[in-house]
């Protein structure tokens, strides 16, 4: 497999972390990006650069002309990106009508545009050497919405629905897009848990206020039980990108907790979606 040039984003911690140094194990050159590399997050820059094919980038995703400034300084040194791997996220979770209008566009900001603008920006590269890839980390939350979850499922979605629709535009000038679906693992982010910031709401739902310790006790038992592993996920990406082009499948579901309810959803639901392409005229986009 020749050496490609990788662009993964947020790897201070879990899965971004664990995908940075596997993928550069191989002998590919990644561009690793975290913010404030000079602050909290000094240490673990300084650790992920001294690893070996890893150059670590100080960007904000959310800002224009960080992102710019990013692509230019690796097009600069490499001339091309080979592979983007939008994995930075931001989970936030409780009762849906707690989340202002600000929390819910500070959510969307970064799963759902700031993977946007760096696909937009890597795809003239892509499509100028009729290759490419381009791997979008979402969630079985992106297939399924849970309740005390909506907020962060409806930002999977809007990945999903961007994915899905760009991995058949893009596949005929040899670009694939691929979708990873991680379930719940033991990383920093699922051991976060950031409510809406109106708080006033939360008397009116006491009757179903418990059903988030529930959700959270059904997870601790499965971690203990199957002990789900986060490099599983980091091994699935260099998976898809060992994969040859063309041959990448649309969805990978890595979960040993729920996968195989969130696989048989997304099973049927392509089936459908393939006669329902087919009866617009598409049908030619699945070969």
């Known amino acids: 497999m020749s050496k490609k040039v990788v662009l993964i984003t947020g790897t201070n911690s879990g899965f971004g972390w664990l995908t940075a140094k596997s993928v550069a194990a191989l002998g590919h050159q990644v561009y690793a990006t975290m913010r404030d590399t000079n602050g909290k997050n000094s240490d673990k ?4 650069s001294e690893v070996e094919n890893i150059t670590v980038l100080d960007v904000a995703l959310t800002d224009e002309n960080s992102v710019q400034n990013a ?18 996220g931001f989970s936030r979770n409780g009762v849906a009508e707690s989340f202002t209008t600000a929390d819910v566009q500070e959510i969307f900001d970064i799963n759902v545009i700031a993977p946007w603008r760096l696909m937009k920006l890597v795809l003239p590269f892509m499509r100028k050497q009729s290759e490419g ?49 991680p379930g719940a693992f033991p990383t920093e982010m699922s051991q976060k848990f950031n409510p809406g910031s109106d708080a006033s709401v939360n ?24 002990k789900p592993n986060p490099q599983d996920v980091a091994d699935a990406v260099v998976n898809l990108i060992s ?45």
């Open 203 to 226: 008397d009116a739902y006491q009757a179903i206020a418990d059903y988030p310790n529930k959700m959270g006790a059904a997870v601790g038992k499965a971690f203990e039980t199957l």
């Open 133 to 181: 890839l381009i791997i979008n980390i979402t969630s079985g939350f992106g297939t399924v919405s849970f309740p005390f979850a909506t907020m962060y499922s409806a930002s999977k979605f809007g990945l999903e629905g961007i994915s899905e629709g760009l991995h058949y535009e893009v596949r005929p000038l040899g670009v694939d897009v691929a979708i990873l679906q």
């Open 45 to 48: 820059a300084k650790a992920l």
């Open 243 to 287: 994969l040859p082009k063309g041959q990448r499948p649309i969805r990978t579901n890595v979960d040993p907790f729920t996968g195989q309810y969130i696989k048989a959803a997304n099973d049927a639901v392509q089936v459908e979606y393939d006669k329902a392409l087919t009866a617009f005229g598409m049908g030619d986009l699945l070969k």
């Open 71 to 88: 692509i230019d300084t690796i097009i600069a040194k490499e001339g091309t990106i080979d592979v983007l791997v939008n994995n930075a």
